[in-house]
């Protein structure tokens, strides 16, 4: 397939200034519309010639939709905050700290001051069969090239993969579903707060979508309540270069000790599926119990039943075991020999 | 708006994916329509069934008092395979029309209980039940030909009672059997798409035309099952047919109805070895 690069094609620009205006565009122009956040997903999709929207609602002029501030319970983040202010802001600093290391590693220093939060968490797979065009199941067609026997998966899933084998690339969704966010969306029938895990959406109930936005859905803002604040928090990300690049896999976790018990967890995962993974059996498996190697251990082992490896991404499971097991012990265990 | 849905394949062909999602709305139409019209004709409009003469006191005197029609294999085939046929309708087309729901597994191991059972219907009707008996023959043609001239107010020889099953019964099974081929037939082929327990994966079987293509025929049969079940169901449930509905489940009717309906010479009941029992070798 011939790909056009750099040369976007032509549309009309609409740059509203409040929420309402926003969710009028894209009600008028419904399929026609594509809404841009930062433009670091969107440009792509314009410049290789895939996607040729009539008309694009850019969001970067709407104040309601920038900038953080401390609630009752917690923070509230526009959707539209870059990352570099999540990354330096003092608030998140002391109490969500998990979500400034996510934000950290997305990257580079010039996409994190250009992206925006909202903007990383509801952004598209990068499965390069995707993105070239090719007619696949997430694509609306009925095929995916990089489920075969000569498919290129070395970067896909191994999880709740269900036609379509891409993940979604996301680093700062898995801390937000570990510190219990809330995701605000506004809708035509107005606006419905969602739980951060169930903001995404994976092949197995909407194989086209990443998320739970529709025509005329725009996620507005996300609330982090107090409830995790000053937790201990562990991220790690895996990548083939430390810039610059998405994640291989990534994990969030935050915990709640009492002595060296384990008081409550909440721990996710991505890259490893279509959407973000809260591990779940998990948390129930170690909660209650000591801090240990071997919790760690038996955490890992535990969160990749029924992981099933494709052709070139099997190193994704000891991948998945060893960053769970960390995840689990601390930071102080991050040495650990895998 | 065409019917089919193309995309370019990675080598540039232009080639379909599968129908447009449309034509669901437009199978259930087709069904309710022909409903609502047959309901009406047959309210208003059906003049009342007339046959040639009686049979034989000697015929009459042979028949016990529930006519054998199913066995409880050909009653179980049916039901198990009507089961697999709504969880195949409601898991293709509730998610395309917005309902979203993990599909696919249920979708093909449902596929995959069908083709059994059909496989087991192929060899159990060819073997082991009256394997004509649902096929249109020249009685039938002649019949309603008959009944047609009859309708056009033409002066023609009554009709014949029907055999085992009236033409429209077995023109509907002839209709289903090309609609349910063509799903079975094209949903294996589709099984290499997906992860099950049979094949491994390989979308490279066919070309993307030949994929394309099967995807179309698989939706094409699939909405047409949606008229085809509408037009079962309705027969099913209409008053003068639920003995025959009725028989599908206990698996005999009535003497009286299958005198009223049958030729007795046409759809030959086999003397009892048990006439108390008032079952016997029937499909």
Same mark, same amino acid.
């Given at each position: 397939?011939?790909?056009?690069?750099?040369?976007?094609?032509? #549309?009309?620009?609409?740059?509203?200034?409040?929420?309402? %205006?926003?969710?009028?565009?894209?009600?008028?122009?419904?399929?026609?519309?594509?809404?841009?956040?930062?433009?670091?997903?969107?440009?792509?999709?314009?410049?290789?010639?895939?996607?040729?929207?009539?008309?694009?609602?850019?969001?970067?002029?709407?104040?309601?939709?920038?900038?953080?501030?401390?609630?009752?319970?917690?923070?509230?983040?526009? &959707?539209?905050?870059?990352?570099?202010?999540?990354?330096?802001?003092?608030?998140?600093?002391?109490?969500?700290?998990?979500?400034?290391?996510?934000?950290?590693?997305?990257?580079? /220093?010039?996409?994190?001051?250009?992206?925006?939060?909202?903007? =990383?968490?509801?952004?598209?797979?990068?499965?390069?069969?995707?993105?070239?065009?090719?007619?696949?199941?997430?694509?609306?067609? =009925?095929?995916?090239?990089?489920?075969?026997?000569? $498919?290129?998966?070395?970067?896909?899933?191994?999880?709740?993969?269900?036609?379509?084998?891409?993940?979604?690339? !996301?680093?700062?969704?898995?801390?937000?579903?570990?510190?219990?966010?809330?995701?605000?969306?506004?809708?035509?029938? $107005?606006?419905?707060?969602? %739980?951060?895990?169930? @903001?995404?959406?994976?092949?197995?109930?909407?194989?086209?979508?990443?998320?739970?936005?529709?025509?005329? @859905?725009?996620?507005?803002?996300?609330?982090?309540? &107090?409830?995790?604040?000053?937790?201990?928090?562990?991220?790690? *990300?895996?990548?083939?270069? =430390?810039?610059?690049?998405?994640?291989?896999?990534?994990?969030?976790?935050?915990?709640?000790? !009492?002595?060296?018990?384990?008081?409550?967890?909440?721990?996710?995962?991505?890259?490893?599926?279509?959407?973000?993974?809260?591990? *779940?059996?998990?948390?129930?498996?170690?909660?209650?119990?000591?801090? +240990?190697?071997?919790?760690?251990?038996?955490?890992?082992?535990?969160?990749?039943?029924?992981?099933?490896?494709?052709?070139?991404?099997? @190193?994704?499971?000891?991948?998945?075991?060893?960053?769970?097991?960390?995840?689990?012990?601390?930071?102080?265990?991050?040495?650990?020999?895998? | 708006?065409?019917?089919?849905?193309?995309?370019?394949?990675?080598?540039?062909?232009?080639?379909?994916?599968?129908?447009?999602?449309?034509?669901?709305?437009?199978?259930?139409?087709?069904?309710?329509?022909?409903?609502?019209?047959?309901?009406?004709?047959?309210?208003?409009?059906?003049?009342?069934?007339?046959?040639?003469?009686?049979?034989?006191?000697?015929?009459?005197?042979?028949?016990?008092?529930?006519?054998?029609?199913?066995?409880?294999?050909?009653?179980?085939?049916?039901?198990?395979? &009507?089961?697999?046929? #709504?969880?195949?309708?409601?898991?293709?087309?509730?998610?395309?029309?917005?309902?979203?729901?993990?599909?696919?597994? @249920?979708?093909?191991?449902?596929?995959?209980?069908?083709?059994?059972?059909?496989?087991?219907?192929?060899?159990?009707? +060819?073997?082991?039940?009256? #394997?004509?008996?649902?096929? /249109?023959?020249?009685?039938?043609?002649?019949?309603?030909?008959?009944?047609?001239?009859?309708?056009?107010?033409? /002066?023609?020889?009554? /009709?014949?009672? #029907?055999?085992?099953?009236?033409?429209?019964? *077995?023109?509907?099974?002839?209709?289903?059997?090309?609609?349910?081929?063509?799903?079975?037939?094209?949903?294996?082929?589709?099984?290499?798409?997906?992860?099950?327990?049979?094949?491994?994966?390989?979308?490279?079987?066919?070309?993307?035309?030949?994929?394309?293509?099967?995807?179309?025929?698989?939706?094409?049969?699939?909405?047409?099952?949606?008229?085809?079940?509408?037009?079962?169901?309705?027969?099913?449930?209409?008053?003068?047919?639920?003995?025959?509905?009725?028989?599908?489940?206990?698996?005999?009717? !009535?003497?009286?109805?299958?005198?009223?309906?049958?030729?007795?010479?046409?759809?030959?009941?086999?003397?009892?070895?048990?006439?108390?029992?008032?079952?016997? %070798?029937?499909?």
């Amino acid at each position: 397939m011939a790909v056009i690069r750099d040369v976007m094609p032509a #549309f009309q620009l609409y740059q509203p200034t409040s929420v309402a %205006d926003a969710q009028r565009l894209l009600e008028q122009n419904r399929e026609d519309a594509l809404v841009l956040a930062g433009g670091l997903d969107s440009m792509d999709w314009l410049k290789d010639r895939i996607r040729k929207p009539k008309v694009v609602v850019d969001l970067s002029g709407i104040a309601e939709l920038k900038g953080i501030r401390t609630t009752n319970d917690g923070i509230a983040i526009g &959707a539209m905050t870059t990352l570099t202010e999540v990354l330096r802001h003092p608030v998140i600093l002391e109490k969500y700290g998990l979500l400034a290391q996510a934000a950290e590693l997305v990257a580079s /220093p010039q996409i994190r001051n250009q992206g925006t939060l909202g903007g =990383n968490v509801s952004q598209d797979a990068r499965c390069w069969y995707y993105r070239a065009g090719w007619p696949c199941y997430r694509a609306g067609g =009925n095929i995916c090239y990089a489920d075969t026997p000569v $498919g290129r998966n070395r970067e896909h899933a191994i999880l709740h993969a269900e036609r379509c084998v891409a993940v979604n690339p !996301s680093d700062t969704a898995p801390a937000l579903i570990a510190l219990d966010a809330k995701f605000v969306v506004a809708t035509p029938k $107005g606006e419905r707060v969602v %739980d951060a895990e169930d @903001y995404f959406v994976g092949p197995d109930l909407d194989i086209t979508r990443m998320n739970i936005l529709r025509l005329g @859905y725009l996620l507005t803002s996300i609330r982090i309540p &107090a409830t995790w604040a000053s937790a201990q928090f562990y991220f790690e *990300k895996v990548r083939d270069r =430390n810039v610059w690049d998405f994640p291989l896999m990534n994990v969030a976790s935050a915990v709640k000790l !009492s002595g060296g018990t384990i008081q409550d967890i909440r721990i996710a995962v991505n890259a490893v599926a279509a959407r973000p993974l809260r591990l *779940k059996n998990v948390e129930d498996s170690v909660r209650g119990k000591a801090r +240990t190697a071997a919790t760690g251990e038996a955490a890992g082992k535990l969160s990749v039943q029924g992981a099933v490896p494709l052709q070139f991404n099997a @190193y994704k499971i000891p991948l998945m075991r060893n960053l769970v097991k960390r995840a689990v012990g601390g930071v102080e265990e991050a040495s650990w020999a895998s | 708006m065409g019917i089919l849905e193309w995309a370019t394949s990675p080598s540039g062909q232009r080639v379909p994916i599968h129908i447009a999602w449309f034509l669901i709305y437009v199978a259930l139409m087709v069904g309710l329509v022909f409903l609502v019209v047959h309901a009406i004709y047959v309210r208003y409009f059906a003049d009342r069934k007339e046959f040639t003469a009686e049979s034989s006191a000697r015929t009459l005197a042979q028949l016990p008092a529930r006519i054998p029609r199913h066995s409880l294999a050909a009653r179980l085939f049916h039901w198990i395979m &009507a089961a697999a046929m #709504f969880v195949l309708l409601f898991t293709a087309f509730l998610p395309k029309v917005g309902i979203q729901f993990n599909w696919v597994t @249920y979708h093909w191991v449902a596929g995959a209980v069908l083709t059994l059972s059909v496989l087991f219907h192929i060899v159990h009707a +060819t073997f082991y039940l009256d #394997f004509w008996s649902i096929w /249109p023959d020249r009685a039938d043609l002649e019949d309603a030909r008959k009944r047609l001239q009859r309708f056009m107010g033409k /002066p023609t020889a009554l /009709p014949r009672k #029907f055999a085992k099953y009236p033409l429209e019964n *077995k023109l509907y099974h002839s209709v289903v059997i090309l609609t349910g081929l063509a799903v079975i037939a094209t949903g294996i082929c589709m099984m290499f798409r997906v992860r099950t327990l049979f094949f491994p994966r390989n979308p490279y079987l066919f070309s993307d035309m030949t994929w394309g293509m099967m995807y179309v025929l698989h939706g094409l049969a699939g909405v047409s099952l949606i008229t085809l079940t509408i037009v079962h169901v309705y027969f099913a449930i209409r008053p003068e047919k639920l003995p025959i509905t009725a028989a599908m489940i206990v698996g005999s009717m !009535s003497r009286e109805f299958y005198l009223k309906e049958h030729d007795p010479d046409r759809w030959v009941i086999k003397p009892l070895s048990n006439p108390q029992r008032g079952l016997s %070798d029937g499909d």
